[in-house]
């Protein structure tokens, strides 16, 4: 399967984006956090999720989040040199403490403890407690992928979420993320907030003067709100306003079936592993740490049956899905991280578009932190 360059990511309006080469703004987000005193090691996990991030397209969660960490780092509510240990371990499971660091190492060094167990038992759930915001929930399901396992990733998050037939924040977005291996590339994965929408993409809409389309966010009276994104934005920080969950205000449409799915998410990992959950969870600028929770599982495919049968069974399920009748007025028939695959490909090869407002925020955090801004600008061409 492939898809010519560009089918995939047309050249994009000069006026509003520049693309830029993804090793060198990788390089610049591990030297920006090196500079904070973050470990060398931890630097470079949390820069290859937030560019992995850009790379597969969801800029929501991408480097316009740079700061989010950089503030935290100078409040002191993040731990620069956190000792995650396992403090309870238990056959196919394991209980993790995040010592109050980033969540991205730690939620990977999860996942390598929840292959390692799938490898011996068949299957392992690993929980972590203590620990803060990691980005794409879908990079530590696909390191689970990558080893042939089948890997699932959820995590709980500050309340952003409206709870059905409610008018305020108390869940949080809490994202569901499985990666499952194919024989050839692209994996199958499917990474979802389990509100309408993340608060990452009100953020970018806000930075780069996007209004917000109606059913995203209510206020306290539940009204419907949509428009201006900065003022939204405001109105959630402030606990004026509220995300919606998934399927939207109400029943009518599956509201409580995504709150249901978030409430689930929490007990895991929040509830169970001695995290914080609901609207006990911090925001990583805070006065206080986050205690974030995240919930980890890998599959070991071998404990079932033969991973070369699994692949042909597979391959035949996602066939059928494709020879499907198509809608009329759909593009093709797409399986779960087919397009962000064929982006990540792409940008690999022409650079990552970048809006020139997160751009000019980038260029503000250097001179904050006292490093050159050495992401290079790739120049735009017609593909």
Do not use: C
């Not at 470079?44 to 560019?51: G, K, Y």
């Amino acid at each position: 399967m492939s898809l010519s360059l560009y089918e995939r990511e047309k050249p994009i309006p000069p006026e509003e984006y520049v693309r830029v080469d993804y090793g060198s703004l990788k390089k610049w987000v591990k030297n920006v956090y090196i500079k904070l005193g973050l470990l060398k090691e931890h630097a470079e996990i949390v820069a290859d999720v937030l560019t992995m991030a850009d790379l597969m397209g969801i800029s929501s969660h991408g480097v316009q989040r740079v700061s989010r960490y950089v503030t935290g780092i100078k409040l002191g509510t993040v731990n620069l040199r956190p000792k995650v240990r396992i403090v309870k371990d238990f056959g196919a499971t394991a209980l993790i403490d995040g010592d109050n660091g980033l969540g991205h190492p730690t939620a990977l060094y999860a996942m390598n403890v929840a292959v390692s167990k799938a490898g011996k038992y068949g299957v392992s759930l690993v929980l972590v407690k203590n620990s803060h915001h990691f980005g794409i929930a879908g990079y530590y399901s696909l390191k689970a992928a990558e080893e042939g396992f089948i890997g699932m990733t959820v995590t709980n998050s500050e309340p952003l979420v409206a709870y059905t037939h409610t008018a305020e924040r108390y869940l949080g977005t809490n994202p569901i993320a499985v990666a499952i291996p194919r024989r050839n590339p692209p994996p199958i994965l499917f990474d979802a907030a389990t509100s309408v929408v993340p608060v990452g993409k009100i953020e970018l809409y806000s930075k780069i003067g996007k209004e917000v389309p109606p059913g995203w966010a209510i206020d306290l009276e539940g009204n419907i709100l949509s428009g201006n994104a900065k003022g939204i934005l405001k109105a959630i920080r402030e606990r004026k306003a509220a995300l919606l969950p998934l399927g939207g205000l109400g029943e009518e449409l599956g509201g409580h079936k995504g709150s249901g799915l978030s409430m689930i998410i929490d007990v895991f990992s929040g509830v169970l592993s001695g995290a914080a959950w609901g609207w006990h969870v911090r925001h990583t600028i805070s006065d206080r740490p986050a205690n974030v929770g995240h919930a980890i599982a890998a599959v070991n495919i071998d404990a079932f049956m033969d991973k070369d049968v699994f692949f042909d069974r597979l391959e035949k399920f996602i066939s059928e899905i494709k020879s499907l009748r198509k809608h009329p007025k759909a593009e093709r028939i797409w399986i779960p991280g087919e397009k962000a695959w064929l982006t990540m490909q792409t940008r690999l090869k022409i650079g990552i578009p970048i809006h020139k407002a997160v751009l000019n925020e980038l260029k503000r955090i250097s001179n904050e932190v006292g490093i050159p801004f050495t992401v290079n600008i790739v120049r735009e061409k017609a593909y």
